[in-house]
């Protein structure tokens, strides 16, 4: 049986966004025998209404919070101004599994490249436009993009990873599960060094 870490999250997760120089660091650091299964978590369902302002404010306020606590972090405020914010995070993780439809492998691409256009190029992934325009500047065919991004297919294969994220009990994102030979451990999270989270997984392999 395989050893599986399971990563759920949501690409317009801020806490995702500051814990990706320590994610990254983890995957190259673990055991030849893990293999890393993302999932996407879906923070937020589709919404045409306007972010409250309660709302905006409570997250700038967490955009603060991972730049006091994880050194590096930084988030271009901008995004407040120069967007229409809403809490839709739905449309991205759509984009995430468009993108793997259209070309294996450009999943964590479009990850990232969506975690750059909101957090540091002021750009609102909740919009579609915004997604195609990602989508394109990944090299992908847009017009293709644009049809998987709405197809019903795409919504239901969130849905599935969404309920597996559930099934798993990962309820807050980025979370982190192993999967050793049948049995499930959670992974605390640890967002400024990854030698703890490498050092637990080689605990729980231990264990088998």
């Known amino acids: 049986m395989s050893n599986i870490l399971y990563y759920a999250h949501d690409p317009m997760c801020s806490w995702c966004w500051g814990f990706r120089p320590a994610w990254e660091q983890l995957q190259a650091s673990l055991p030849a025998e893990v293999q890393v299964q993302p999932i996407l978590g879906g923070l937020a369902p589709d919404s045409d209404q306007p972010m409250p302002p309660d709302m905006q404010n409570h997250l700038q306020d967490t955009w603060r919070r991972i730049e006091q606590r994880i050194p590096g972090s930084r988030f271009n405020y901008a995004f407040w101004e120069n967007c229409a914010p809403r809490r839709s995070t739905y449309p991205a993780c759509r984009a995430v599994i468009a993108a793997g439809l259209q070309q294996s492998g450009q999943e964590p691409n479009m990850v990232l490249a969506i975690q750059r256009a909101y957090y540091q190029q002021a750009r609102n992934p909740s919009d579609t436009t915004t997604l195609v325009e990602l989508a394109e500047e990944l ?17 239901a294969r969130l849905e599935r990873e969404i309920a597996q994220c559930r099934l798993l009990g990962l309820t807050g994102f980025p979370s982190l599960v192993l999967d050793a030979n049948g049995s499930r451990w959670p992974v605390p999270v640890n967002y400024t060094d990854p030698e703890p989270m490498l050092e637990h997984i080689r605990m729980l392999l ?3």
């Open 139 to 155: 090299g992908l065919d847009p017009q293709r993009f644009s049809t998987d991004l709405a197809a019903p297919t795409t919504q």
């Open 206 to 208: 231990a264990l088998d």
